[in-house]
Structure formats: structure tokens, C-alpha cells
């Protein structure tokens, strides 16, 4: 959408099949969608970890951005003053806090690479990882939480990227596998 109005359209209305409990403008402008004890449809068909019907299991939050674009501050301040509630009413961890991209491997890119995860982190409103020692990419991207299909292995690098590294390229690094393994040291097992 070019603008967060258009946004707040298709959000809300039916034939979209699609929905979400908060929309956040770039400007801080917040609307509530839905109820968040409601069922909306913001993720759609992915997982995390034993989770594969998020849309039952999650406040969904969507950012105006064109996700080329940095978030703006007020935008930025504006979703570090709704999470904490929401973590709150609903007892979610920090590790529980993820981006479209996370749960849905090679079909969604959303919050995409501009999306400053460190800052949430540093406010305790998400995860980020120390550099761990590199390990099987495959195994501690599992214990995380991704879940992808044969066949998605480059799918699910760039999600991790996306998440970890967004300024990384090429083939699979020990740099990716370390910052992986840093991730996954942070989930005691990917629970439901």
C-alpha cells in the first residue's frame, strides 16, 4: 500500500481476507484493528517452531513501510510503547517477538531489512543474539524456530538474514552460522 490510509482499507476490509490487530503509521499513529482476544488475519500460512496456525497464536502488528525505507522514530517509538502491554496481557517473551519473515520462510520479507531488531532488543521487546560459535546452520536455525520445506534451504538463509544480517550475501558464511547459533542459544527449544 503507498500510504497507511490505503492500508487501514484493505485491513479492514472483508473481501481482503486480510487483517491485523494494530496498524502503526510512520508518522506513530496507531489504530486498533481488531480485538486482540479476536482472530485476525495477519500471518497466514507459516510456523514457529511447534506453531503452525499463528493466526490463532499471535497479535499480529503491521508497519506502514515500503520496506526499502528506514522506520521512522515515531513509528519506532510508537510500536516500543505498544508491545510491553501486549506482552503483558498476553505473556510473551521476547522470543516470541517475530517478523513476518520469521514464520512464513520464503514467502513473506516483511519487516524486511531496514527493521532495527537490536533497538527492540535493547528495550527487551525482542531478541538479539551475541555471535555464538558457528555450528549446523540447519539445526540451530530449527532450534530457533524457523520452519521451512525441503527445497528452501536459500529461502531460509535469507531469512535469517533478514533477521540477523541483513547487509549479508553470497552463499552461506561461517558469519551466518555464527549468528544463527547465537539465536538459537537464546531459545531453550522451540516450544509451542
Given at each position: 500500500m503507498q500510504t497507511p490510509e490505503a492500508a487501514l482499507t484493505r485491513l479492514c476490509t472483508p473481501e481482503a481476507e486480510v487483517s491485523a490487530?494494530?496498524?502503526i503509521a510512520e508518522d506513530g499513529r496507531?489504530?486498533?484493528?481488531?480485538?486482540?482476544?479476536?482472530?485476525?488475519?495477519?500471518?497466514?500460512?507459516?510456523?514457529?517452531?511447534?506453531?503452525?496456525?499463528m493466526n490463532s497464536r499471535s497479535v499480529g502488528i503491521e508497519l506502514a513501510n515500503d520496506g526499502a525505507?528506514?522506520?521512522?522514530?515515531?513509528?519506532?517509538?510508537?510500536?516500543?510503547?505498544?508491545?510491553?502491554?501486549?506482552?503483558?496481557?498476553?505473556?510473551?517473551?521476547?522470543?516470541?517477538?517475530?517478523?513476518?519473515?520469521?514464520m512464513a520462510v520464503g514467502r513473506k520479507i516483511d519487516p524486511g531489512p531496514r527493521f532495527d531488531w537490536r533497538r527492540l532488543a535493547l528495550s527487551g521487546l525482542a531478541v538479539w543474539p551475541e555471535t555464538g560459535r558457528p555450528g549446523e546452520?540447519?539445526?540451530?536455525?530449527?532450534?530457533?524456530g524457523f520452519a521451512w520445506a525441503e527445497g528452501q534451504e536459500e529461502a531460509l538463509l535469507n531469512?535469517?538474514?533478514?533477521?540477523?544480517?541483513?547487509?549479508?550475501?553470497?552463499?552461506?558464511?561461517?558469519?551466518?552460522?555464527?549468528?544463527?547459533?547465537?539465536?538459537?542459544?537464546?531459545?531453550?527449544?522451540?516450544?509451542?
Open positions: 490487530h494494530y496498524l496507531t489504530w486498533q484493528l481488531v480485538d486482540e482476544e479476536m482472530r485476525a488475519w495477519h500471518a497466514g500460512a507459516g510456523q514457529w517452531g511447534a506453531i503452525t496456525d525505507s528506514p522506520f521512522p522514530e515515531p513509528q519506532m517509538a510508537a510500536l516500543e510503547a505498544l508491545l510491553p502491554d501486549i506482552m503483558q496481557r498476553w505473556d510473551i517473551a521476547p522470543e516470541r517477538v517475530i517478523g513476518h519473515s520469521d546452520f540447519e539445526a540451530d536455525a530449527r532450534r530457533a531469512a535469517v538474514r533478514l533477521r540477523l544480517r541483513p547487509w549479508g550475501d553470497g552463499p552461506l558464511s561461517d558469519a551466518d552460522r555464527a549468528a544463527i547459533a547465537g539465536l538459537a542459544a537464546r531459545y531453550p527449544a522451540a516450544e509451542a
